[in-house]
T-cell receptor, first 111, second 120 residues
Framework: RKEVEQDPGPFNVPEGATVAFNCTYS??????FFWYRQDCRKEPKLLMS???SGNEDGRFTAQLNRASQYISLLIRDSKLSDSATYLC????????????FGKGTSLLVTP | GAGVSQSPSNKVTEKGKDVELRCDPI?????LYWYRQSLGQGLEFLIY????????KSGLPSDRFSAERTGGSVSTLTIQRTQQEDSAVYLC??????????????????FGPGTRLTVL
């Protein structure tokens, strides 16, 4: 079983739409959670950390449910520039500082 | 300031040859990581360096892979006797050291642009 699982998509949405991505992780001892964004043929960049109480950064909202081992990312009022692959990332407590990446969810925002 | 840099950006080699990939972390970052990303796959952890501590090599896929970090800064990932399945983008990341505590996130890892390795 993959340790971090995401729906690969692609998600095709019109500008202005709200879109949600989900992610599940297998290691209940996980400590840290992130969403990274990766543009085509570019390196991953941190979008936002995910806090236990949930957190918001502008149009982006991240939620964490430790009991269900589930993380979500909500993007409101989608922009064309949001088109990218969104990577769910988890730091497992028993793997030191290495990050465990999902395969990513592809988003295409169309005019 | 300057980000993580990697060289070369692209490397094409023949099966069986050795390759060296270089990473220059952000100045002041004592933690350095190597990952690889194969086509259609998620990033896979390879190795982690933190200061003068022994590296965490738990992600290296075989003994053909090795890495070193000289002077606590620049790191070199070496792949010996390359195979076609080694073809991937090799990404380096660096961060300030911060042990994970409770529900707080670890310090952000900043990635370099990667080296795209193609083994023919």
């Amino acid at each position: 079983r993959k340790e971090v699982e995401q729906d690969p998509g692609p998600f095709n949405v019109p500008e202005g739409a709200t879109v949600a991505f989900n992610c599940t992780y297998s290691n209940s001892a996980s400590q840290s959670f992130f969403w990274y964004r990766q543009d085509c043929r570019k390196e991953p960049k941190l979008l936002m950390s995910v806090y236990s109480s949930g957190n918001e950064d502008g149009r982006f909202t991240a939620q964490l449910n430790r009991a269900s081992q589930y993380i979500s990312l909500l993007i409101r009022d989608s922009k064309l520039s949001d088109s990218a692959t969104y990577l769910c990332v988890v730091n497992f407590a028993n793997s030191g500082y290495a990050l465990n990446f999902g395969k990513g969810t592809s988003l295409l925002v169309t005019p | 300031g300057a980000g993580v840099s990697q060289s070369p950006s692209n490397k094409v080699t023949e099966k069986g040859k050795d390759v060296e990939l270089r990473c220059d972390p952000i100045s002041g970052h004592t933690a350095l990581y190597w990952y690889r990303q194969s086509l259609g796959q998620g990033l896979e952890f390879l190795i982690y360096f933190q200061g003068n501590s022994a590296p965490d090599k738990s992600g290296l896929p075989s003994d053909r892979f090795s890495a070193e970090r000289t002077g606590g800064s620049v790191s070199t990932l070496t792949i010996q006797r390359t195979q076609q399945e080694d073809s991937a983008v090799y990404l380096c990341a660096s961060s300030l050291p911060q042990p994970p505590t409770g529900g707080l996130p670890t310090d952000t890892q900043y990635f370099g642009p990667g080296t795209r390795l193609t083994v023919l």
